[in-house]
C-alpha cells in the first residue's frame, strides 16, 4: 500500500498570512496513463471532507484561488495564499493512483 | 444537483452486522463508482472501497476483505455498505463518496453515517 505522510501536523497561522501543507508517498504517483492523482481535502469541524484540489493541480469548482496544488512524483504542497477565517479546518492529502486509495494523516490549519 | 443521502446514525454489539445506505440523486447513478471511507472518533480518513454501479466490480483494502461488502441497486440509485463481525474499533463516521471517474478524486460526499459498537 502507498503510505501518505503529512507535515506539519498543525500549523498555525496569522490571519491574511500564507500556509503550507507537504505530502509525500512511499512510491511514485505517477500513472502509467501520464496523470498523477493527488488530491486535497479540506474537512471543517462537524463537516463531510470536501475536494479542494485534484490530479496536483486541479483546483475543484467553486475553490478560492487562493488554493494551489504542486508538487510531482512523491513530493507535494497545498498552499494557501493568504489565511482566512473559514479556512480552519483539517487538511488531507489523497493518493487516487493504486488501489487501495489513500489518505495522509491530515494537517489541522489553525488562527494564531 | 449532486446529491447523497445516507441513512440514520446505527448502534450495534459487538459481533453484529450494519448496513449503511446512500441514496444518490442528482446524476446517473450507473457511470460513477461509489468509494466508501470511514472516520474513527478524532481521528482521519480510512478509504473502505470502491463499487461500480456498472457493472457492481469492487476493490477493497486488504484489512477488510471478508467483513466488508459493497453492493448498489441502480433501479433505486442506491449504495450499500455491510460491515460484519463488528468489533468496537468499528465505531466511526461512515461516509460515501462519488468517484470523479478520470480524475480519480472524491467529488461529492454524503453527510455521513455514525455507527457506534458497544456492549
Known amino acids: 500500500d502507498i503510505v501518505m505522510t503529512q507535515t506539519p501536523l498543525s500549523s498555525p497561522v496569522t490571519l491574511g498570512q500564507p500556509a503550507s501543507i507537504s505530502c509525500r508517498s512511499s512510491q511514485s504517483l505517477a500513472h502509467s496513463d501520464g496523470n498523477t492523482y493527488l488530491s486535497w481535502l479540506q474537512q471543517r469541524p462537524g463537516q463531510p471532507p470536501r475536494v479542494l484540489i485534484y490530479k496536483i493541480s486541479k483546483r475543484f469548482s467553486g475553490v478560492p484561488d487562493r488554493f494551489s496544488g504542486s508538487g510531482a512524483g512523491t513530493d507535494f504542497t497545498l498552499k494557501i495564499s493568504r489565511v482566512e477565517a473559514e479556512d480552519v479546518a483539517i487538511y488531507y492529502c489523497m493518493q487516487g493512483t493504486q488501489f487501495p486509495f489513500t489518505f495522509g494523516g491530515g494537517t489541522k490549519v489553525e488562527i494564531k | 444537483q449532486v446529491q447523497l443521502v445516507q441513512s440514520g446514525a446505527e448502534v450495534k454489539k459487538p459481533g453484529a452486522s450494519v448496513t449503511v445506505s446512500c441514496k444518490a440523486s442528482?446524476?446517473?447513478?450507473?457511470?460513477?463508482?461509489i468509494n466508501w471511507v470511514r472516520q474513527a472518533p478524532g481521528q482521519g480518513l480510512e478509504w473502505m472501497g470502491w463499487i461500480s454501479p456498472y457493472n457492481g466490480n469492487t476493490h477493497y483494502p486488504q484489512k477488510l476483505q471478508g467483513r466488508v461488502t459493497m453492493t448498489t441497486d441502480t433501479s433505486t440509485s442506491t449504495a450499500y455498505m455491510e460491515l460484519k463481525s463488528l468489533r468496537s474499533d468499528d465505531t466511526a463516521l461512515y461516509y460515501c463518496?462519488?468517484?470523479?471517474?478520470?480524475?480519480?478524486?472524491?467529488?461529492?460526499w454524503g453527510q455521513g453515517t455514525l455507527v457506534t459498537v458497544s456492549s
Open positions: 463518496a462519488r468517484d470523479r471517474s478520470g480524475d480519480e478524486t472524491f467529488d461529492y
Open positions: 442528482g446524476y446517473t447513478f450507473a457511470i460513477y463508482g
